[in-house]
């Protein structure tokens, strides 16, 4: 069988002619080993905490906050872009507290250790009859983490991950542990649902479940215009739906999830880090010449089937993403949403030959959390990535203020450059989730610079 990778590397030599230049990786770059104790999944960011610490009990853990000096940030996965847990006090992890803590079958409410990761609870919630509602597009992510941030999913008739708490436990900043949800202590509930790691120690979490169920997840290639033709209908018709651009290609495909009985199965799987660096090879050797470089990624794309798996829900929201990079999402309007995608299109097109990841465009339902970037509003969330050892700044510094003038709020745990003062006319209850951050922790234990400059 003739691989796709060879077709495409053929393609892109016949197209490069004479100058096929090869290229020389940054060996050096790749193999440099740096000293740091701390740093996030694409490296942008990094510290040099005085202690690191995984308690093994929720007592240690009391024990290590109430006598811990100076800051104390938790890191669930490092899997956030944003400035959210560098200190240079103490990072603790609960990745030694982790698993399935108790179910009720009747309710479908399951209480489980935050520091879980989403990846180790499909089965053990599967077994207890039960499943999450919806998940992201990796399951690498401590549930901590993706509370902590609105990490989401797609599906315009189903909110982000925060919207599933039925109610927490967490401990303060003397050490306490506090239990908070609707009924008791229903103003901390509020907060903490989306915090940052700004209020405590989050050590559980009780979720509203649905039964388990089966997933069909089919992605379709198509060209730009017809994925935006057909976006607003797809979003209602489908449980799930996305839809990602290749640039300087022309065309793109739809994701669509839906709930299946039928048995259990996949068609051929396209490997989409393989995918990825094909994309990278074409702009390495075409960057010159777009027309070029769009001919042959369209004709790359002509080739591809589409897609079809048919799996348990938590075996089939996710992908693994192996070749890194550094994001930045806003979450707009989705009335606005398409008519931002265009001039994001036009932008990265005219003015950034250099990108080649993907753009991602999902769907998400409005909710009432105070920190939700989804806070009173349905909305279309669209994501650029820059690849992790290039510079993500130029390419996002065109593309922020297309989001922004869309009204657009980013994803806590990707990159922006938005200030308090952004943040505080962009949220109805920002007030008020300061206030019980400042009653819970008065001496801003849990504030490192960058959420001091939020909150503090
Ligand atoms: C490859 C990749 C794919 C992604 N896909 C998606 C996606 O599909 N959808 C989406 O919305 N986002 C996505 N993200 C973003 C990611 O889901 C969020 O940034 C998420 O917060 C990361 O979780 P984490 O466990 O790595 O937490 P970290 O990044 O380590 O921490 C995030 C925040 O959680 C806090 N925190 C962690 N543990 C606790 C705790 N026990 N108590 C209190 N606070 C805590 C930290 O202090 C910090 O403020 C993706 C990121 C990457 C790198």
Not at 143 to 149: D, E, M, R, S, W
Not at 304 to 326: C, G, I, P, Q, T
Not at 328 to 345: D, K, S, T
Request: proline share 5%.
């Amino acid at each position: 069988m003739i691989k796709r990778r060879s077709v495409l590397a053929a393609l892109v030599a016949a197209a490069a002619g004479s100058q096929l230049v090869p290229r020389v990786l940054a060996a050096a770059d790749a193999a440099a080993v740096r000293p740091i104790p701390w740093r996030n999944w694409s490296g942008s960011q990094q510290c040099l905490p005085a202690a690191r610490s995984a308690p093994a009990t929720v007592a240690e853990l009391q024990e290590l906050i109430a006598s811990a000096k100076g800051t104390v940030r938790a890191v669930g996965a490092g899997h956030s872009f944003t400035p959210l847990v560098p200190t240079d006090g103490t990072i603790v992890s609960l990745s030694r507290i982790s698993g399935l803590v108790s179910h009720d079958s009747q309710t479908r409410h399951a209480t489980l250790w935050a520091g879980s990761r989403l990846g180790d609870i499909g089965q053990p919630l599967e077994d207890a009859g039960q499943a999450l509602v919806n998940m992201p597009d990796i399951d690498e992510q401590t549930l901590a983490g993706c509370l902590a941030t609105a990490t989401h999913g797609t599906g315009a008739g189903i909110g982000c991950m925060s919207t599933f708490i039925e109610g927490l436990q967490l401990v303060d900043a003397r050490g306490d542990l506090v239990d908070c949800d609707a009924n008791n202590n229903p103003e901390l509930f509020q907060a903490a649902k989306v915090s940052l790691g700004a209020l405590g120690v989050i050590t559980q979490v009780r979720l509203q479940n649905v039964a388990p169920y089966r997933l069909r997840r089919e992605t379709v290639w198509r060209s730009f215009e017809e994925m935006l033709e057909l976006a607003d209908s797809m979003a209602e018709q489908h449980r799930n739906f996305e839809f990602y651009y290749i640039p300087f290609s022309g065309m793109g495909f739809t994701d669509v999830h839906d709930i299946t009985d039928e048995p259990l199965g996949s068609t051929e799987k396209i490997d989409s880090n393989e995918s990825v660096q094909d994309l990278k090879l074409a702009r390495d050797w075409l960057q010159g010449s777009p027309k070029l470089r769009e001919l042959v990624l369209s004709s790359i794309v002509k080739t591809l089937d589409d897609e079809v798996m048919v799996e348990s829900s938590w075996k089939n929201y996710a992908s693994e993403r192996n070749v890194r990079f550094n994001e930045m999402e806003y979450h707009l309007p989705r009335e606005l949403g398409l008519q931002a995608l265009r001039e994001v299109r036009t932008a990265l097109e005219t003015q950034h030959p250099e990108v080649f990841f993907p753009i991602e465009v999902r769907f998400i339902k409005g909710d009432d959390i105070w920190l939700s970037p989804f806070h009173q509003r349905d909305t279309c969330s669209i994501a650029v990535h820059r690849y992790f050892e290039e510079d993500y700044k130029p390419y996002f510094k065109t593309i922020e203020p297309i989001f922004r003038k869309y009204e657009g709020r980013p994803h806590w745990g990707k990159l922006n450059t938005l200030q308090r003062e952004d943040f505080r006319k962009l949220y109805p209850r920002w007030d008020d989730f300061v206030e019980v951050r400042r009653t819970v922790d008065p001496n801003g234990r849990f504030l490192n610079p960058y959420l001091a400059g939020l909150f503090g």
